[in-house]
Structure formats: C-alpha cells, structure tokens
C-alpha cells in the first residue's frame, strides 16, 4: 500500500510560480511511475505530467514549457515546478502512483491517488 501526500498549493498572481510536492509513504516507490492530474471546478480531471521509474516524462500539451517533472527517489517525492501560471490553471492538482511504472496520460492505470493540493492562479 502506498500513501501519496501532496503539499505547495496555493495561491498565486497570474505570471507566479509554485513548487508541488508529493510524498510517498508505506513503500519505497522508485520503480513507480508518478502522474499530476487536476481538476478544476465544473471540468473533468486531466492530465498534467507523468514520469516513469525509468524517469521518461510526458506533460500536456497546455503545460509543456511552463511545468517540469522531477523526482527525488532518496526522499520519496515527487515535484511539479509550474512557472508561468495561467488563471486556466486554477484546480485542484492530485498525484497519483502506478506500480507497473508507465508513467501513463491516463488516470486508468494509477491504483494510489492523493487528496489533491488546491492552486489558484489570480489574473
């Protein structure tokens, strides 16, 4: 069983910065994959980002070149770096761990989610 805490929402001017954090904790989750999804209000749950336990990364088209995956597996954690915020990307930002390692685009494959971290983005 794995626990995935996040932490680093909040909020934050349009143009701002914010760092996500995931923590895992009840196994080490090395050769986990680990995704960010978010879900804003009224809107379906998408994907953000994802890296693979071999640290392959994919991001959503809407994030690429504002957002980084990072992983520090000596800490359990995982990191979303979101630079350039958009008021669109206001949600609730959830992580979420796949044991086979994947690092899929969709929620399908993640069997252990977080409660979610909430960032608002003001314009």
């Known amino acids: 069983q794995v626990q995935l805490v996040e932490s680093g929402g909040g909020l934050v001017q349009a143009g701002g910065s914010l760092r996500l954090s995931c923590v895992a904790s009840?196994?080490?989750?090395?050769?986990?994959?680990v995704g960010w999804f978010r879900q804003a209000p009224g809107k379906e749950r998408e994907f953000v980002a994802a890296?693979?336990?071999?640290?392959?990364?994919g991001y959503a088209d809407s994030v690429k070149g504002r957002f980084t995956i990072s992983r520090d597996n000596a800490k359990n954690t995982v990191y979303l770096q979101m630079n350039s915020l958009k008021p669109e990307d206001t949600a609730v930002y959830y992580c979420?761990?796949?044991?086979?390692?994947?690092?899929?685009?969709?929620?399908?494959?993640?069997?252990?989610w977080g409660q979610g971290t909430q960032v608002t983005v003001s314009s």
């Open positions: 009840g196994r080490t989750f090395s050769t986990y994959a």
């Open positions: 890296i693979s336990w071999g640290d392959s990364i």
């Open positions: 979420a761990a796949d044991r086979r390692g994947g690092g899929s685009k969709y929620a399908g494959p993640y069997e252990y």
